[in-house]
């Protein structure tokens, strides 16, 4: 009866994980001290990953979350790169080479740095200092989720790979920190896509390298899917002239009542190939000078279904390429057509409330 935990603990003494973390079973003997200098960490790191508040009162058998680095002695990070960013701008950020983050995330001349695209950023990680334990933490206070983002924090989206270690240290905060704002009992069960509120700290510092008067450029959704529409936002300083092309046609901007805030609305057609394609936007001051605005915008397929008709009659008529290319030229006159000033108010709707018998996008052939 004593044997089988004691064969359950080798067995699981072995990391679990590769992506920065890896699990410790307590051993007969063994103190938190003592397994934090192990692994590089100092006792608070440990107990703070671990939601551990007293420092004196761990248990054989018990399974702790511990941080690793690699035995170069890095650590791996992640940046999704927004509008307007360049290699050279997020490498000044994150304190690295551009030349290395290049070869790293396998940005070349044609596989070039686009909009969305997640890049892993190896730093170096400082070695910890360790010191004896003298007291245990306090116990903590469990802040409730606010309903609306406090003006001391802000959200992060989860990228597929992280863990809330990194997250943590990414932000200069505790894990403890964000396990109370969120409500997280488990500090290993976060997801990709889940939102964590990261409390106390300012927004992580943009790599932009947008000319003035341009404050900011967002892409939205940052990875656009045929046959649905995306929209590019720009906010200035002061106003100006915008214009630019995206999928090979013209873009038109529409300002806010202020002139400060200019919006692109752009639809993705069918049938538009998977692929990166650039975005050019041209910023007119008045002044006499001109900037322009390069991105890479990726284009993903839409996953659109097909269904086979089969026609008893008027077959030639449906098919006849005169009819067809008359449709076509009628709906490029009505779409080609641009006003600044917006026509409606609130939101769109559905153009009658029926029954859907055929989703959009679905491809047709007779």
Excluded at 92 to 99: M, P, T
């Amino acid at each position: 009866m004593l044997m089988l935990p004691a064969l359950l603990v080798a067995q699981d003494t072995s990391p679990v994980d590769n992506a920065g973390v890896t699990i410790h079973v307590v051993q007969r003997g063994e103190t938190l001290f003592r397994i934090a200098t192990q692994y590089g960490l100092t006792t608070e790191q440990l107990a703070l990953l671990n939601g551990i508040t007293d420092w004196n009162n761990i248990l054989v058998g018990q399974t702790l979350l511990v941080p690793v680095a690699s035995p170069d002695g890095t650590q791996t990070q992640t940046h999704v790169v927004q509008p307007g960013e360049s290699l050279q701008s997020i490498a000044r950020v994150y304190g690295v080479d551009a030349l290395a983050l290049a070869e790293a995330n396998n940005v070349t001349a044609e596989n070039p740095l686009y909009v969305g695209q997640t890049l892993t950023i190896m730093t170096l990680v400082a070695p910890a200092t360790n010191v004896p334990p003298t007291e245990a933490l306090p116990e903590p206070t469990l802040v409730p989720v606010a309903a609306e983002l406090p003006a001391d924090g802000f959200l992060h989206t989860v990228i597929a790979g992280e863990t809330l270690f990194r997250i943590a240290t990414q932000y200069g905060v505790t894990v403890a920190d964000i396990a109370q704002a969120n409500r997280i009992g488990d500090p290993t069960l976060i997801y990709a896509g889940q939102q964590l509120l990261i409390p106390g700290v300012e927004p992580p510092q943009i790599a932009s390298d947008l000319p003035a008067p341009v404050q900011s450029l967002t892409v939205d959704p940052l990875i656009l899917v045929e046959g649905q529409t995306g929209r590019f936002r720009m906010t200035t300083s002061a106003p100006v002239t915008v214009s630019g092309t995206f999928l090979n046609k013209p873009l038109h901007a529409a300002p806010d009542p202020s002139g400060l805030t200019y919006t692109m609305l752009v639809g993705v057609p069918i049938f538009t190939e998977p692929g990166i394609y650039p975005l050019v936007l041209n910023v007119d001051g008045g002044n006499g000078i001109q900037n322009t605005i390069d991105a890479n915008i990726q284009v993903v397929g839409g996953g659109y279904g097909s269904e086979y008709i089969n026609l008893l009659s008027d077959r030639d008529v449906l098919l006849d390429t005169n009819l067809e290319n008359a449709e076509l030229a009628l709906i490029e006159t009505v779409m080609s057509s641009f006003a600044p000033a917006r026509a409606f108010e609130g939101p769109m709707g559905l153009p009658a409330a029926a029954a859907m018998t055929s989703p959009f996008g679905t491809r047709r052939s007779y």
